[in-house]
């Protein structure tokens, strides 16, 4: 399976055109100017030394802030000419290549503190350079300017040398994945196959060394880094999630890479584990703020949920991988959860701010209970900030919203899939597929294709009935067809969800889906207090305009008997109350309020 590259596909219209304009004409400019503000862009200079501002002060991951910003910058750059980012990328670019040492080494924590490289598996070296790597790749694709990418093939060059050739590094595989998945990137860009070996080199070692460095900060265990066996012998997702994400996408580059079925089954089962136990139904990972991190089976809590937006982001990494390596829609459907929703919530309506974490449910009133004591129980912020101290979730979706076309078609030997609905055109071997569709708004979609392979198009598991006007073959969640032409209709009924009886939290709740996007309630349009009405499952529901590009719905819900009494004795008496819901990626962009996407069943 191979996939059509997002520079191949327009999105024209709908409602991802609004949200890569937005990211084009907003967002782009307002993660610069916050990253300017707090210095990102001035630490790469080095320049920085003891007496100047505290504040300025580089941290070991900033370097991977940037880089994630020129490489969404460089997307942007593919289809518009903007050039007061550009030249700002073209600044950053000349900053990093002047102040890299002779071996080519680049991280301006260390050049500037001199500390001593390569020592310590937690300072996230080699994270920064797998995203400078995918930044220099992206940059100079887009603009012809390859500086910068013929110094991370010299910083490379130098990784290989001292973690393969002379073993002298003093730890054997990166703290903080991601390295890995930028080595089979830029080995598909330069065709120099050492960069794919370098890959498999920490794939293969992860979990089965011993150095001394390998240790990661005091509070952490093998767990926390997907440490604690070869990952071959991985059934679970464990630890960081974003760490255990960015690493299975690696494992699945490199099963694909070197035909490894050992490391793909490894894959296949931590998806079904995450799919199956780990997930939460906005496509959310990571349900701990403790490591940021999976949990066991079925611990999803809501009002806790950690469920960082890059967990996400990364969730559809993989997903995307999994089924280029299978062609199983499973890996589709899981990608379109997360990219409707977990991932989405991430970034404010208006592009300018976002949420590191992504909780399911909000209550304000019990967010600060703990006044006796200085250490309060820890809550999700309630408003999303245009830049936090450690900065990843802003650039990642200045990154990832204009690459989205990434995930919408694939093709093989005879047959192109469309796996993701939007309103695109795209070249396919040369020849033109369009896609005219309102989706998710509704769930009409018309496709022309004017090439001679078959097309086979996705069948959302959400979805339990559609018509196509042509023939077709359905088979593993695609129906197939052979017209040049088709008209699709997925119908798209208000749906009321249950959890697995254990997710505990969620026992005699229901969360509100219409087509693949999660609905939540919140206090400001609702009179009642969100936390306290009851769902009837047979509920009707009606569509409202919405202000978040898409309908809103609105029901009868139920309060239940009430009294001034602290307890007393239970009845059947209710009172209607109207409930109004929104998509889950839009709470929190009208002022703090009460949250919930799991709502109490009548």
Known sequence: MKNIDFRKVNINDGFWKAKQDMCKEVTAKAVFDRFTDTYRFAALKCTWKEGDEEKAKPHFFWDSDVAKWIEGVAYILERYPMPELEAACDEAIDDIVKNADENGYFNSYFLIFSEKKFSNRDRHELYCLGHLIEAAIAYKRATGKDKLLRAMCKYTDYVIKVFKEENSAGFA?????????????LYKETGEKKYADLSKHFIDLHGANDKDGDRLWWA????????????????????????????????????????????????????????????????????SPHGEAFTVDYDLPNRTAYTETCAAIALVFFCHRMFEATGEAKYQDVLERALYNGVLSGISMDGKSFFYENPLAIDLTFNDVDKAVTEKRRYPITQRLEVFGCSCCPPNMVRFIPSVGNYVFSEDEDTVYINQYMGCEAEVGGETVRVKTAYPADGAVKVEYTGGKKLAIRIPYWCKSFSLNCEYELKNGYAYINSDKAELNLDMPVRVIAANRRVHENTGRVAVMRGPVVYCAEGVDNKANVHSVLLDISAKFTLGEGEFLLPELKTVAYLPKVSDELYFEAGDEFTETPLTLIPYYAFANRGESDMIVWIPKK
């Open 173 to 185: 595989t990166p703290g903080h994945p991601e390295l890995e998945l930028a080595l089979i990137k």
């Open 220 to 287: 952490a265990n093998g767990n926390y880094n997907q440490d604690e066996m070869p990952l071959r012998a991985r059934s679970t997702a464990d630890g960081h999630a974003v760490r255990a994400l960015y690493l299975l996408s690696g494992m699945a580059d490199v099963a694909a890479e070197y035909n490894d079925k050992e490391l793909l089954d490894a894959c296949k089962r931590c998806f079904d584990n995450i799919a199956s136990s780990r997930m939460y139904i906005t496509g959310g990972v990571g349900s």
